[in-house]
């Protein structure tokens, strides 16, 4: 049931198309359309909510298990380390309640990166004209006898793979729009989107949520 409140999520927050959808989730186009047709969300049941001894701890464990996230993975405490800790601050609940809290903390935390994320999944197919990509990378060339740094533009367009790179002395707005500019000529057209890294050229701030 959770599949089904992804496909309305991918759908109505993400405007996704639905062949999109389905090639993300691996579920047909006409599975995914009966879904959304239905307006089809997660049920929910009358049961009653049983207090659990993790639950004045369960914030703290969080905040833990997203510090130690952060960390290389030699560098991580593990679940048995975690569940002394919190004994130490009175818990007295068992190791297997602390560890299926981790389990379900990292289902959620690797769903939300799949599913939202911050723009960092680029899906592999690409219809024609859909999307370029573009980047900036650094080399070196002999200029005048002497070795100069240079600024790669790279612009690559998503379908076909055809692709275009310039240098230029800087990574300044000027050599962005003017390597756009060359790219779209070589190319005969502009594609309907471009796909960016967080470079400081093309992105001058990221806001919260919608922003």
Same mark, same amino acid.
């Given at each position: ?124 197919? $690409?219809?024609?004209? /859909? ?8 080399? +070196?060339? &002999?200029? =005048? !006898? ?23 002395? $800087?990574?300044?707005? /000027? ?8 790219? +779209?000529? &070589?190319? =005969? !057209? ?22």
């Amino acid at each position: 049931m959770g599949l089904l409140n992804i496909i309305h999520r991918m759908h109505n927050r993400q405007k996704l198309s639905i062949r999109e959808i389905a090639r993300l989730t691996g579920e047909l186009r006409k599975t995914v359309t009966k879904h959304l047709a239905a307006n089809t969300i997660e049920p929910k049941f009358a049961t009653p909510e049983l207090a659990s001894k993790l639950d004045p701890f369960a914030e703290k464990l969080a905040g833990w298990r997203k510090t130690e996230a952060g960390k290389l993975r030699k560098q991580r405490r593990t679940v048995k380390q975690l569940h002394a800790d919190l004994v130490a601050l009175a818990f007295t609940g068992s190791y297997a309640r602390v560890a299926a809290f981790s389990r379900s903390w990292r289902a959620d935390r690797q769903r939300e990166q799949q599913t939202t994320g911050r723009g960092t999944f680029v899906p592999l197919h $690409f219809d024609p004209g /859909e999307a370029f990509q573009f980047d900036w990378s650094e080399d +070196f060339a &002999v200029l =005048g !006898g002497e070795r100069t740094k240079l600024q790669m533009a790279h612009i690559k367009l998503s379908h076909s793979r055809a692709f275009l790179m310039r240098a230029y002395p $800087f990574q300044t707005h /000027e050599m962005l729009f003017d390597a756009h500019w060359h790219a +779209f000529r &070589v190319f =005969g !057209g502009v594609p309907a989107r471009g796909i960016y890294d967080n470079m400081k050229t093309a992105v001058d701030r990221v806001g919260r949520g919608k922003e």
